[in-house]
């Protein structure tokens, strides 16, 4: 779906984007990384808003070109629905209308743009609103209309830029059910850009993780949370601290404590799960479960971070 080598941006002595070099299936993919790691710009240069500073790229076997034409860039953005982190909206306007109008701009005719956006309106639960003007809308109705522009057009790729920002529980449990729906039932392609780790894992299939303007990891969610072969979860039966000092003697580190009697460590290489055992014979213990621990998102996340700095 979109391939990218070596792309660069700088904004003055400023570089927003060093050296990003992707190959992207179709599918439904988090953008995943902390505020001005480059998520935005990045899709800006991917809906050809912003031309790259350098390196190369294509959508959908459309060049990205440096020089930021124009007739190729129209073509496409028909390929693409772009949802942004701002309002984006325009006072006066009612939301049948606003959709109407980002439906021709992607090439829609006018009785097609119209029929779109009831559709969409319809699809989004705002039917009841599609008359009001947009200065009148909440922020979970904006938001929703964001969306519905974003899909008049009917495209096979959708960028969504924070989609979840500024909105309370129900009503960001509720987006993130909408786009799960639009890429896993209506085989949309997503790239959702956010900070929140919790989205992706709502959403997403693949992960790619931005820092700094540089890609840190890309793959499934699966690949990224592996198995670590030194990560262990030792649950015990019986007083767990003498266990818990004979893991420190034995030069284990206890990552984690939950409710006293299951530990999460990380071993030596080499390590064999038996030596728990032995241990806990040793403290008066007996173990219940010894099982490879899977990393979370959010821990190989911040583990990526620190290894950034």
Not at 8 to 31: E, H, K, M, N
Not at 53 to 70: A, E, K, Q
Not at 176 to 184: A, H
């Amino acid at each position: 779906m979109i391939q990218l080598t070596d792309i660069t941006r700088s904004f003055g002595s400023y570089q927003a984007l060093r050296g990003v070099t992707l190959t992207l299936p179709t599918g439904r993919i988090g953008l995943l990384g902390p505020n001005g790691a480059g998520k935005s710009t990045l899709l800006k240069i991917l809906m050809g808003l912003l031309s790259p500073s350098g390196g190369s790229g294509t959508v959908m076997g459309h060049p990205i070109l440096p020089d930021g034409s124009s007739e190729n860039n129209y073509e496409l953005r028909r390929l693409i629905g772009f949802m942004p982190e701002a309002d984006a909206l325009v006072p006066g306007l009612r939301g049948v209308d606003y959709v109407a109008l980002a439906g021709e701009l992607y090439g829609l005719s006018r009785k097609q743009a119209i029929r779109r956006a009831h559709e969409v309106l319809t699809y989004l639960q705002l039917e009841d609103a599609r008359y009001r003007r947009l200065e009148e809308y909440s922020t979970g109705m904006k938001q929703r209309l964001k969306l519905a522009q974003a899909i008049a057009h009917d495209p096979p790729i959708l960028l969504l830029d924070e989609p979840t920002s500024g909105l309370d529980p129900a009503s960001r449990d509720s987006m993130l059910k909408l786009l799960l729906e639009l890429g896993r039932d209506f085989k949309k392609s997503l790239i959702l850009s956010t900070h929140l780790l919790a989205d992706v894992e709502a959403v997403a299939e693949q992960v790619v993780i931005l820092f700094d303007g540089q890609v840190r990891g890309q793959g499934t969610v699966a690949e990224l949370c592996a198995r670590r072969a030194e990560r262990f979860l030792i649950r015990v039966q019986g007083e767990p601290d003498p266990f818990a000092g004979a893991l420190a003697t034995a030069g284990i580190n206890v990552v984690e404590r939950k409710n006293r009697t299951d530990f999460r460590v990380s071993v030596p290489l080499g390590w064999q799960p038996a030596n728990a055992f032995r241990l806990a014979r040793e403290a008066g213990c007996v173990i219940r479960a010894v099982v490879p621990d899977d990393e979370t998102l959010e821990e190989m996340f911040l583990r990526t971070a620190r290894s950034t700095n």
